[in-house]
């Protein structure tokens, strides 16, 4: 008898080892939460640790944090499909024109592709693209975790249900236990940027950025930061910021804490009419590139050791383009979307002559 | 006996393989015959009986990709089959239901609310003389607009002055639309209002001073339901002088209302103000901070404001409280011109959130 519950306890024990093993419970998820989170639009995504998927909500004003739970590694290092637009629209019973793709992220375990979309009634769609399937990401049963994004001006006591502020989100990244949020109000013309910590807390940060505007000639602090990233600089971490027009700015990243107003380096000018679209970081034997797809001109190219090594501060007005050198690609044109894929590889989403989306990929 | 037990056995198993082959060929045969009923109640799904459909063999596509099943979920209930798709289907579009390879039946969904149609309810500013450097418009929708495509692609303005089309407003990657998608604000390129600046010196402010413009907005543009506008819709713009003065409270007249009453009070702007900043930055104190419950109506083109209390006023002391971030047409705040270097040492630039003007009930 004995035998029997030594037996049941050493296996109970194995059963309890093996359910941790196959499901540990992180310590970023656990504070996640199952259920619907009520997501009302999606403007960004970005990947985080642990296949944990950032959305940025610009109508309900809110970060989610979802876990995709799409933890298994796989090697990827190409993407294409032509038609891309039409073919993803078939699969939702629809033609291209009923959808708008609004952002594209690259699981960095699966290196399954994701894209959020919007439908004409407004529905917001999780896809994403594997093994060359478009599958349906839910957005009701899932497990998550959000956070509002906080206004800077204190709302008076008042009566009326005031109309709500819109944020347009911009561009969202994670870096290093922190999420990132840049973007417009619908109110104003003034620049949002917040930053809080993942797991979230009820922490907020809203730094104000001031940076000089070199095709505006003049320091500024309205203009919205249309997509980032974070670059590491002599073991420092810097925001690296690009805005319409379209200077490159550098803001360090430990500065950017409470409500500190900081001010930027301007390094670059890549040329105004034009407003940025995407930026990425990515490494090839042992260097580091940043490319950025733009509205007017080509994706661009800048050499990290540029970035790094530059002195230069531009402080003057730019007609054309100054500062650090960079590389337009030239067959890179149109592009809408960029992500990284993986070492060396990056996929994108690029306008064609037919106004059709192709899904590609490339090497740096 | 065991002989005769095994024979009996391999009969009964090629009789089932046999009906399974029959049932097969059936089925196959059984083309543009398998739906009994079929209902589709809107947009958002399709119910049918089939005797003889598997659920692992059905799919229902757009006619125009036959092999490209359209995601969604299906339920099925003995013979009776549900599919909702992920995405409502689209109106006028043609779908199939398949049964493996084989359309077994042919359909379309009619518009939802194909009764009710999207009417542009205002313009703002409402006024048609505006100062140069306008900085913004708003549309107000009667129903949610579509999210998809480019509102810019529905909107065009000609410079009637020199009968050519212009671009005035500033495109965005992110349409700044209200959370209902009713309202959408459109910009006047910033970049060109401000003077002095690159946009501003190679391509002039977006309207010019002594020029009339007409704004179109086309009958095309689709709501969320599909439907498209009504009509098309014009507003007309006749562009005055630059407006270089920041709103300054202490020069609205204040019509303070009468006590024991329930009499509006009426702030005049002396100028059109932003319609929905107006809407948003003033609350009513008494002199213990308190706000007044009440309703706010804009007027006279935007140059008035009226506050209707829900009680009776009480003598006494109240302030209007109002958020420094109203602006004029011109984006000008309570704070500083939308014109202005932050850096220089510009006096004219005050701080401060909030303003508040006093006014005595008596």
Known sequence: MKKIVFTLIGVGLAITLVSYINNPKSSLTSNFVEGNPEVASINALSFGPEGILFLGDSKSATIFALETKDTKNNNVSEANMENFDTKLAATLGTTADNIQITDMAVNPISKAIYFSLNSTNGTPLLMKLSNGKFENVSLKDVSYSKIKLADPVEDVKDNRGRDQRVWAIADLKYHNGKVMVSGLSNKEFSSTFRSMPFPFTNEQDYASLEMYHTAHGRYETYSPIKTFDVVNINKKDYLLASYTCTPLVLFPIDELKGNNHVKGRTIAEIGAGNSPLDMVIMKKNGKSYMLMANTRHSTVKIDFESIASTKESLTERVEGTDGVAFEPLPNMKNVVQLDNLNNGNFVYLQKTDNDQLALKSSSI | ?362
């Open chain 2, 1 to 362: 006996m065991k002989s005769l037990i095994y024979s009996i056995k391999k009969i009964r198993f090629y009789l089932v393989f046999f009906y399974a082959i029959f049932s097969f060929s059936c089925k196959q045969n059984t083309e543009n015959k398998t739906i009994v009923k079929f209902e589709i109640t809107d947009t958002e799904s399709v119910s049918f009986n089939s005797d003889t459909s598997l659920l692992d063999d059905l799919t229902v596509v757009l006619a125009e990709h036959p092999d490209t099943p359209i995601i969604g979920d299906w339920l099925p209930d003995g013979k009776h089959f549900t599919f909702t798709p992920l995405l409502p289907f689209t109106a006028d579009k043609i779908y199939e239901i398949r049964d493996e390879e084989n359309t077994i039946y042919r359909f379309s969904v009619k518009p939802k609310n194909s009764e009710t149609y999207t009417e542009i309810e205002a313009i703002y500013p409402t006024t048609d003389s505006v100062p140069e450097n306008l900085l913004k418009m708003y549309l107000v929708f009667s129903n949610p607009m579509q999210e998809v495509g480019n509102a810019l692609d529905y909107i065009t303005v000609t410079d009637n002055t020199i009968n050519k089309e212009v671009d005035v407003f500033l495109e965005l990657q992110s349409e700044l639309w209200n959370k209902e998608h009713t309202v959408l604000t459109l910009w006047l390129d910033p970049g060109r209002v401000k003077t002095d600046l690159i946009p501003n010196q190679k391509m002039g402010l977006p309207i010019q001073k002594g020029h009339e413009y007409t704004i179109e907005i086309h009958s095309d543009w689709k709501d969320a339901n599909g439907q498209p506008l009504t009509k098309s819709y014009y507003k007309k713009l006749i562009v005055t002088n630059r407006d270089n003065e920041m709103p300054k409270t202490d020069l609205w007249s204040i019509s303070v209302p009468k006590p024991n009453t329930k009499e509006p009070l009426n702030i005049d702007f002396k100028e059109p103000m932003d319609y929905f900043l107006v809407m948003e930055c003033f609350v009513i104190q008494d002199s213990s901070n308190n706000s007044i419950k009440g309703t706010f109506t804009v007027s006279n083109k935007e140059t008035k404001l009226q506050f209707k209390p829900e009680m009776n006023w009480e003598k006494g002391d109240y302030s209007i409280v109002i958020e420094s971030r109203l602006e004029d047409l011109a984006g000008n705040n309570l704070n500083h011109l939308f014109d202005t270097d932050l850096k220089t040492n510009n006096t004219t630039i005050q701080t401060g959130t909030y303003k508040s003007a006093t006014f005595r009930v008596q």
